[in-house]
């Protein structure tokens, strides 16, 4: 609606008697407030984001570290990855929570910022933190993975502290044999290289690609393990004190897969029951175990009876298993006696 001047008492002398001055003063006000605004930087929401230049919602007018992991939190990512990636962002270790910590008034920059909101957007489409990260921690120490193998979880470092205890029976003998079937990324061997340095580590997989990582990974740590490219132990040679695999073990049919695809599949699903590869390596493990030797085996949740079984029947003795970190018999395994 147009605005008029004609508002207002009407002056004592008539409209005729309004000086032109004032009708001046008036027009003026009145086109200035008609006038189109222009643009200014400092006008809506839009402006503002454009002139502050941070095209992400992890990043706005109060844009340090804390309010940042609150705000990827709001938006659906846990509370320990949004740390883990934004210490990734920021160019830091994703291990280091005290640095994040003790900076949490710091600024993200604008290129931070999107780093972070596009490392958060891919852990919510269900890719794990390793992978965007390109870390993981196991056993202490700093692995290198990709998608190229499995995502080492912490549950399998209940298999290391049982080959360890293993190990720790042999103490007399100068050079104890230990075989990692399914090597992926290398975060069995490693962790048992490096907690027992007189030990001679081999690392087996199938896939080239795993061997890559694992061995870059064995490089940069200076761990001396060897590696052979076989399947399980079909073109290994000679006799270990120790055995020891984290072979794929989901059924090739269960829906859990669906969430997994970002991982290998081959270093998941083994067959209708998820035991194909895990009955493969103990027919295969008994030729390959010196007199009194131990092979131990990761499983499914609800696999340790069906495994100790396997075990059993190929001649195993003292078949046991271990619980992992929730309480729920994760590993198994058992002693050759020829």
Known sequence: MARSINKGPKPKAGYGQVSSKSLKEAKEKIAKRMAPRPDHPGLGKAARVAKQGIPSVYGDADNTLQAALLRAQKHGTAKLDARMLLLHAMGKSPFDAAWLIAHDQVALTPTQ????????????????????????????????????????????????????????????????????????????????????????????????????????????????????????????????DLIVSNPPYIAAADPHLAALVHEPLGALASGADGLDDIRQIITQAPAHLLNGGWLLLEHGYDQAAAVRTLLEQAGFTAVQSRPDLAGIERCSGGQIHP
């Open 113 to 240: 910022a999107e780093a972070f909101g596009a490392a958060c957007t891919r852990r919510r489409a269900g890719e794990p933190v390793a992978y965007i990260t390109g870390q993981r921690e196991f056993f202490g120490l700093a692995l290198h993975v990709d998608a190229r193998v499995l995502d080492p979880r912490p549950d399998t470092e209940t298999l290391v502290d049982w080959a360890l205890e293993r190990l720790a029976d042999l103490q007399n003998q100068p050079t104890p044999t230990v075989i990692d079937l399914g090597t992926g990324s290398g975060a069995i061997a490693l962790a048992i290289q490096h907690s027992v340095k007189k030990a001679f580590v081999t690392a087996v997989d199938t896939s080239t690609d795993a061997l890559a990582v694992a061995q870059a990974n064995a490089t940069r740590l200076a761990l001396p393990v060897a590696f052979v490219h076989s399947s399980w132990l079909a073109q290994v040679p000679g006799k270990f």
